[in-house]
């Protein structure tokens, strides 16, 4: 059924269609009225048990205990409550729950933002959740029930990450696959080992130094296996909705000379120039990397070699190189392939066409490595507040 | 696929025997069986009280208390030799 929401909303309506026995949330900007509205499909007996806990820590914690008892979960964060988070986000996957996470991506403080980049859930990569990157809230509304038909099959969490504002809060019309077909897609979720009291097991208690790295080990060798699974679950999705999804998605990339990465809804502005220059001849395409854990390094490798290819970070390492332009050039390693770095847009800075269109004429020239900064120019603005004291060493 | 996870009792499978760097050594001729290093034990693996202690080894973390607390010093730690 089409709809015409915002986007938080709308998941909301595709979350209730999924069919989640417990969930815990913790509201916080950007995905407030999401909590909202699955508090709403509580209230109507929908969703048969919402816990309202007192903190995002408590939330995953919570659904730790729920998954591990059998049943289907689903939380919704962002921001500074995925940092809360952190701790129970590697038990989660250690323990093997398929929790469903949907992140609404904001910047982290200090200083305080609630505003869109993507450096809450980049920092949360090497936790061993499965991480769905979406480009618009369409991507968004149909990557829930593939969360749950991939977590469910290789016993692992999944973060569906959902840029904060510009696609939680962006209305436009959305297709929400109805209940009976999601149903049909979704088969029931059986947990192997579910706590049980006439059977006792604890989950995830201890492991000497002798077991520990088996433990993870495994965990690696199942996030390999968990992307044939995206795979399966994106065919199987694009037979019930006629929407077709990939791990990565290129666009205009065949015969493309020049070509940006990236995740999110950046991608979409990228598409829009890459028409564009098109249309003036030049030979531009771009990369949308939906899957960002598990790391589609094969793919990737295949399908940047030997182009030009700018990698824009929304998020970035302090001390060291963006983190998806180092494992891109990692992907690319001796292929002789130019690979650029741009970062920023940290903050609810977003990345305007002309932004894009700069980063592909210097494409042109070789590699560089440089902030996206909003050049005062090009918008009107004025900083004048917020700017900080500089303080002489 | 593995998930960690263990059925009631199964921690004993812990060795916990591999941590220690010293292991005590017990001097049988100079024990006067008190039972006063089998009770200070934070392990509880040094036999039965009012015996000539059998240490458990698969158990026994290192720890010198019992060393420490023997009133004839007939316990020694020694070195755990280890590539």
Same mark, same amino acid.
């Given at each position: 059924?089409?709809?015409?929401?915002?986007?938080?909303?709308?998941?909301?309506?595709?979350?209730?269609?999924?069919?989640?026995?417990?969930?815990?949330?913790?509201?916080?900007?950007?995905?407030?009225?999401?909590?909202?509205?699955?508090?709403?499909?509580?209230?109507?007996?929908?969703?048969?048990?919402?816990?309202?806990?007192?903190?995002?820590?408590?939330?995953?914690?919570?659904?730790?205990?729920?998954?591990?008892?059998?049943?289907?979960?689903?939380?919704?964060?962002?921001?500074?409550?995925?940092?809360?988070?952190?701790?129970?986000?590697?038990?989660?996957?250690?323990?093997?729950?398929?929790?469903?996470?949907?992140?609404?991506?904001?910047?982290?403080?200090?200083?305080?933002?609630?505003?869109?980049?993507?450096?809450?859930?980049?920092?949360?990569?090497?936790?061993?959740?499965?991480?769905?990157?979406?480009?618009?809230?369409?991507?968004?509304?149909?990557?829930?029930?593939?969360?749950?038909?991939?977590?469910?099959?290789?016993?692992?969490?999944?973060?569906?990450?959902?840029?904060?504002?510009?696609?939680?809060?962006?209305?436009?019309?959305?297709?929400?696959?109805?209940?009976? #077909? &999601?149903?049909?897609?979704?088969?029931?979720?059986?947990?192997?080992? =579910? @706590? $049980?009291?006439?059977?006792? *097991?604890? %989950? +995830?208690?201890?492991?000497?130094?002798?077991?520990?790295?088996?433990?993870?080990?495994?965990?690696?060798?199942?996030?390999?296996?968990?992307?044939?699974?995206?795979?399966?679950?994106?065919?199987?999705?694009? #037979? &019930?909705?006629?929407?077709?999804?990939?791990?990565?998605?290129?666009? =205009? @990339? $065949?015969?493309?000379?020049? *070509?940006? %990465? +990236?995740?999110?809804?950046?991608?979409?502005?990228?598409?829009?120039?890459?028409?564009?220059?098109?249309?003036?001849?030049?030979?531009?395409?771009?990369?949308?990397?939906?899957?960002?854990?598990?790391?589609?390094?094969?793919?990737?490798?295949?399908?940047?070699?030997?182009?030009?290819?700018?990698?824009?970070?929304?998020?970035?390492?302090?001390?060291?190189?963006?983190?998806?332009?180092?494992?891109?050039?990692?992907?690319?390693?001796?292929?002789?392939?130019?690979?650029?770095?741009?970062?920023?847009?940290?903050?609810?800075?977003?990345?305007?066409?002309?932004?894009?269109?700069?980063?592909?004429?210097?494409?042109?020239?070789?590699?560089?490595?440089?902030?996206?900064?909003?050049?005062?120019?090009?918008?009107?603005?004025?900083?004048?507040?917020?700017?900080?004291?500089?303080?002489?060493? | 696929?593995?998930?960690?996870?263990?059925?009631?009792?199964?921690?004993?499978?812990?060795?916990?025997?591999?941590?220690?760097?010293?292991?005590?050594?017990?001097?049988?001729?100079?024990?006067?069986?008190?039972?006063?290093?089998?009770?200070?034990?934070?392990?509880?693996?040094?036999?039965?009280?009012?015996?000539?202690?059998?240490?458990?080894?698969?158990?026994?973390?290192?720890?010198?208390?019992?060393?420490?607390?023997?009133?004839?010093?007939?316990?020694?730690?020694?070195?755990?030799?280890?590539?």
């Amino acid at each position: 059924m089409i709809k015409t929401k915002s986007g938080a909303k709308v998941l909301g309506d595709m979350v209730a269609n999924c069919k989640p026995q417990v969930v815990a949330c913790y509201p916080i900007t950007p995905t407030t009225s999401l909590t909202e509205s699955l508090n709403q499909y509580y209230a109507d007996g929908k969703i048969p048990e919402y816990i309202t806990v007192e903190a995002e820590f408590s939330a995953l914690s919570a659904l730790i205990g729920a998954s591990a008892a059998g049943a289907r979960t689903f939380t919704t964060t962002g921001g500074q409550g995925v940092l809360y988070m952190h701790e129970p986000i590697f038990a989660t996957a250690g323990m093997r729950l398929p929790v469903v996470m949907l992140i609404g991506n904001r910047a982290v403080s200090a200083p305080l933002n609630i505003w869109n980049d993507e450096q809450d859930t980049i920092s949360q990569r090497d936790s061993g959740w499965i991480q769905i990157y979406c480009k618009n809230n369409q991507e968004a509304v149909d990557a829930i029930p593939q969360a749950f038909y991939v977590a469910e099959k290789i016993l692992l969490p999944v973060m569906v990450c959902v840029d904060g504002f510009l696609l939680t809060h962006a209305v436009e019309q959305v297709d929400v696959v109805d209940e009976k #077909k &999601v149903q049909a897609f979704l088969p029931p979720y059986k947990h192997p080992l =579910k @706590l $049980d009291s006439e059977n006792p *097991v604890s %989950v +995830g208690v201890y492991a000497n130094p002798t077991h520990y790295q088996m433990f993870r080990e495994d965990l690696m060798e199942d996030m390999k296996v968990a992307k044939d699974l995206l795979v399966e679950a994106a065919e199987k999705w694009g #037979k &019930v909705s006629g929407r077709h999804y990939g791990l990565i998605e290129g666009y =205009k @990339l $065949d015969d493309a000379e020049r *070509v940006l %990465v +990236g995740l999110g809804s950046a991608m979409d502005n990228v598409y829009l120039v890459v028409d564009e220059l098109r249309e003036k001849g030049e030979k531009v395409g771009a990369l949308h990397i939906r899957v960002y854990r598990p790391f589609p390094r094969e793919e990737i490798k295949q399908a940047l070699k030997g182009k030009k290819v700018g990698i824009i970070d929304r998020a970035i390492s302090i001390g060291a190189q963006a983190p998806l332009y180092l494992e891109t050039l990692e992907a690319l390693n001796g292929t002789s392939t130019d690979v650029s770095s741009f970062y920023g847009s940290l903050g609810g800075r977003g990345i305007k066409r002309i932004h894009i269109r700069d980063m592909f004429e210097k494409l042109k020239k070789g590699p560089v490595k440089e902030w996206i900064t909003v050049n005062p120019e090009f918008t009107g603005l004025k900083v004048n507040v917020g700017k900080g004291k500089e303080v002489k060493k | 696929m593995i998930i960690p996870h263990a059925k009631p009792g199964s921690s004993t499978s812990n060795l916990t025997g591999e941590w220690k760097a010293f292991m005590p050594v017990v001097n049988g001729d100079k024990c006067i069986k008190c039972g006063i290093c089998q009770n200070f034990c934070p392990e509880g693996i040094m036999g039965v009280v009012k015996k000539i202690p059998e240490i458990d080894y698969e158990y026994c973390k290192g720890c010198s208390v019992c060393a420490n607390e023997c009133p004839v010093k007939c316990i020694v730690m020694e070195r755990v030799e280890d590539d």
